[in-house]
């Protein structure tokens, strides 16, 4: 079996190597840390062993519940917000046909998503879709207590009662949540739910690898034991024994520290098959939501190519120079698919006729690596081997790992998300909330 790979090569003209190197230095201490729970934000660093200390028993209590509730519904629909949701997706995206949802035959129920919005239109579509099919809910909240989930699920508590009746009702709902505290454990051990647990000292942008991710992905009908092999793989590949040389999580979290000390203060992730494109979303919340704070961290975003070269490619290659990127490349696609000749080449493509399509994709690939080199982005390169789970379990903890060590060598907490109470604290007050009198007349000085 491969590993995925990192090449640094082509962000080396834009750095001072010894600031690399004195990064790369910091990073052993850094692992330690982490491996000991001595760094900041040490009460959730649960995520570190997880691929290595998952038991056989939970991995086999998820698969049951999966094949319980393909064994019962159509569709499920998964509820949460933020890392109770992104981490399932991004999985299911990457690995899914581009048309399953067309794609009327299905051994495995659909997955669809809510509780990851607060729109009116959502809402009641999503109820119109349900009232056709046979369907379950997975409701997610670590803190039980975010409003957009609980007031989806709220919606759908109500719909599904009607639908089924209350007992048949609670037999299609399962909670993934806190083991003693918040709103939805308590509605949850009231109604009978089947419950999973999220662990204590796993913050949700980082729980992937726990039934938050898993379960979903197992009712998607896809591995999650190689998925947690895969991620296995990666942190015994990522540990302090290791020298930083050989880690790639080290090498990451340094490059992207030297690019930011060199003025370099926004990332773009790219990938060259929409099936990554929820990746993206993932990686940009662990990281924006990580290392966004103090006044500090790179800006996360993200571009899918070749699609976003004739949108956002004009500005990469000329625009501001504050910025990298970072490539994930997948070396094979899983299908091969040869390019037709034409009787009369009126596109003047024939020269590449009975050539794969991944031909010309790997070469505006690197085409595009070139000219934004030349054009003052330095790249880094991820490369998968294959999209399956097993490279994607390399991946998701290659993240995890390097934001971790990232976001210590910046010298923040990576685990806490202190910034999002502010917008939740307005809503509230606007809202009219009991308990926040005080927050609505403040906002309404500053708003009349
Ligand atoms: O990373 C985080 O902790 C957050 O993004 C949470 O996942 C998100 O706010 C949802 O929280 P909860 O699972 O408590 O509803």
Request: charged share 25%; with cysteine; proline share 3%.
């Amino acid at each position: 079996m491969e590993n995925i790979k990192i090449n640094i090569d082509k962000a080396f003209s834009f750095i001072s190597k010894s600031d690399y190197e004195n990064f790369l230095s910091q990073t052993n201490e850094k692992i330690s840390q982490l491996e000991n729970k001595t760094g900041k934000g040490n009460d959730f660093l649960g995520w570190v062993n997880l691929p290595t200390t998952i038991t056989e028993h939970e991995i086999t209590e998820i698969e049951k519940t999966a094949e319980y509730l393909k064994s019962k519904v159509d569709l499920v629909v998964i509820v949460g917000i933020g890392g109770s949701y992104l981490g399932s997706k991004a999985v299911i995206d990457a690995l899914s046909d581009s048309f399953t949802n067309l794609k009327t035959k299905k051994e495995y129920p659909h997955v669809i998503f809510a509780g990851q919005n607060i729109s009116e239109d959502y809402h009641y579509e999503l109820i119109e879709l349900l009232n056709d099919k046979s369907y379950g809910v997975i409701v997610i909240s670590k803190s039980g207590t975010t409003t957009e989930p609980a007031l989806s699920f709220r919606i759908l508590k109500e719909h599904i009662e009607h639908k089924y009746g209350k007992s048949e009702a609670k037999n299609r709902i399962i909670a993934i949540t806190d083991k003693s505290k918040g709103a939805l454990r308590e509605l949850a051990d009231k109604e009978g739910y089947k419950t999973f647990v999220i662990p204590d000292d796993v913050g949700g942008r980082y729980s992937v690898l726990t039934p938050v991710g898993l379960l979903p992905i197992a009712v998607a009908g896809f591995s999650i034991r190689q998925l947690i092999n895969g991620a296995k793989k990666m942190e015994n590949l990522s540990g302090s024994a290791l020298t930083s040389n050989e880690n790639i999580c080290s090498q990451y979290a340094s490059i992207r520290n030297t690019l930011l000390k060199s003025g370099k203060t926004t990332e773009i992730l790219v990938s060259y098959t929409p099936k990554l494109q929820n990746i993206s979303e993932w990686w940009k919340q662990l990281y924006g939501e990580s290392e966004g704070k103090e006044n500090k961290g790179i800006f996360p975003a993200s571009v899918n190519f070749t699609c976003d070269l004739h949108s956002m490619g004009q500005y990469i290659q000329e625009g501001m120079r504050n910025i990298f990127e970072t490539v994930i490349s997948v070396k094979s696609p899983k299908y091969k698919f040869q390019i037709p000749k034409e009787e009369i080449d009126l596109d003047k493509l024939n020269f590449l006729a009975g050539r794969r399509i991944d031909d010309v994709n790997k070469m505006a690939e690197l085409g595009t690596m070139l000219a934004h080199v030349d054009g003052g982005v330095p790249n880094i390169k991820i490369e998968l081997p294959e999209l399956n789970e097993y490279y994607l379990g390399q991946l998701l903890y290659f993240f995890e790992k390097a934001c971790g060590i990232s976001g210590y060598i910046l010298g923040i907490n990576p685990f806490d998300q202190p910034g999002v109470e502010a917008y939740k604290k307005n809503m509230f007050a606007l809202l009219g909330k009991p308990g926040f009198e005080n927050e609505t007349r403040e906002l309404k000085a500053k708003i009349d």
